[in-house]
Nanobody, 118 residues
Framework: QVQLVESGGGLVQPGGSLRLSCTASGNFFSIGTMGWHRQAPGNQRELVAVISGGSTNYADSVKGRFTISRDNAKNTVYLQMNSLKPEDTAVYYC?????????????WGQGTQVTVSS
């Protein structure tokens, strides 16, 4: 079993910055793809950014403003969010794919609220 703990959400003014963190713990051997998704009220959950190996991909709406990174030694994925806009307001969820010797885990964090408002 794999547990994810997120942190870093909060209230920020437009143009501000936040950094989200997500740390995995549990019985896994390795971590593969790590990503961040978000869900605003009334909307479907959408992919924000993903990192796999040395490759990253971003939603068009956040390109140039958000940066995803990972620290493999800490089993942690980060999302640096700059130039935040009100439309970035949502609950942000991390997603990590990890493997043990016998199975693959697709794990989700509990979600952290990001609110961009003046």
């Amino acid at each position: 079993q794999v547990q994810l703990v997120e942190s870093g959400g909060g209230l920020v003014q437009p143009g501000g910055s936040l950094r989200l963190s997500c740390t995995a713990s549990g019985n896994f051997f390795s971590i593969g793809t790590m990503g961040w998704h978000r869900q605003a009220p009334g909307n479907q959950r959408e992919l924000v950014a993903v990192i796999s190996g040395g490759s990253t991909n971003y939603a068009d709406s956040v390109k140039g403003r958000f940066t995803i990174s990972r620290d493999n030694a800490k089993n942690t994925v980060y999302l640096q969010m700059n130039s935040l806009k009100p439309e970035d307001t949502a609950v942000y969820y991390c997603n990590i794919v990890s493997t043990s010797l016998t199975r693959v885990y697709n794990s989700w964090g509990q979600g952290t609220q990001v609110t961009v408002s003046s």
